[in-house]
């Protein structure tokens, strides 16, 4: 089956955006980003609408992670360290590395019983440009629990406010401190410090998140082998509240990192290096 040039190009600048340590920079052909406006985002779901559109989005979510895993476009292979949540009664952050469209629907499908268990939500952090997109995506990125990113300062202000309020009443915020996904890349790249912030400012632990992959015998449309995921939770930490916020924020990104870094090698059998 022949591979997908636009897949392959992606490779590429993965591959040269590792050599050249920019681990933060989109490798899609994604369009330009419109700004968000503080007015354009209901982010606590306050208006009747949202409250609808939310759960009929969730409801349509929902089957269309159901046949992702029936037709094995999506592949969990194993699920580990899932009781490492079983005794936050706060709410909390997951980190988790990003590398695929469909990674955060892996995450919904192996915490669905969780989340019926503890009627907590269950938030996704998303970058300013996916909320603005067309289509059934589009639905599920304005809709499903989501928390976009804004360069709007006032908006800005509102994402802030949610995820304090999110975090404060017992809810669970999905955030990928890599920042941007790069496609099928089984590396842990260095982290983005906003994570870590909010739970240092909130006093919530951070439960890290790395899914590692193989290789299964199907593969994709673009003609790569489909991944078998083994999603590893990890357990949680939690900020030091002797330091101040930058101090606190930091020790948290270097413990998630070396955390990620570890699983990474121990699945793969080698060190972890980034190319020069």
């Known amino acids: 089956m022949e591979k997908s040039k636009e897949r392959l190009e992606v490779l590429n600048r993965i591959n040269e955006f590792e050599k050249e340590k920019k681990f933060d920079i989109d490798v899609e052909n994604d369009l330009p980003a419109k700004p968000l ?65 469909y990674d ?15 009627k907590k939500r269950f938030y996704k952090v998303i970058k300013e440009g996916n909320y603005s997109f067309k289509g059934l995506y589009g639905y599920f990125f304005r809709h499903c629990n989501t928390l976009p990113l804004s360069s709007n300062y006032n908006t800005m202000k509102n ?19 890599e920042q941007a996904m790069w496609w099928n890349y089984r590396k842990p790249r260095p982290l983005k410090a906003g994570a870590f912030r909010y739970a240092s400012k909130t006093n919530v632990p951070i439960v890290p ?54 699983v990474y090698e121990e699945t793969y059998k080698i060190p972890l290096t980034y190319e020069e």
């Open 37 to 101: 406006e503080a007015n354009e985002v209901d982010y606590l779901n306050k208006k009747l609408t949202s409250k609808i559109n939310t759960k009929i989005a969730n409801y349509i979510a929902r089957k269309f992670i159901d046949k992702l895993i029936k037709n094995e476009d999506v592949i969990i292979k194993e699920v580990l360290g899932l009781d490492n949540l079983s005794n936050l009664d706060t709410g909390f952050i997951i980190t988790c590395n990003h590398f695929n469209p």
């Open 159 to 177: 994402f802030n406010h949610a995820i304090d309020t999110i975090l404060k009443r017992g809810d669970i915020v999905l955030i990928y401190p």
């Open 209 to 262: 998140c790395f899914i590692t992959m193989s290789d299964s015998t199907n593969y994709d449309k673009d003609g790569f082998k489909i991944q078998e995921y083994t999603v590893n939770f990890l357990k949680p930490i939690f900020p030091d509240t002797s330091l101040n916020l930058k101090d606190s924020s930091e020790k948290l990104s270097l413990q998630n990192y070396q955390m990620w870094k570890e």
């Open 104 to 118: 955060n629907f892996a995450l919904h499908e192996v915490l669905k019983t969780y989340l019926k268990k503890t």
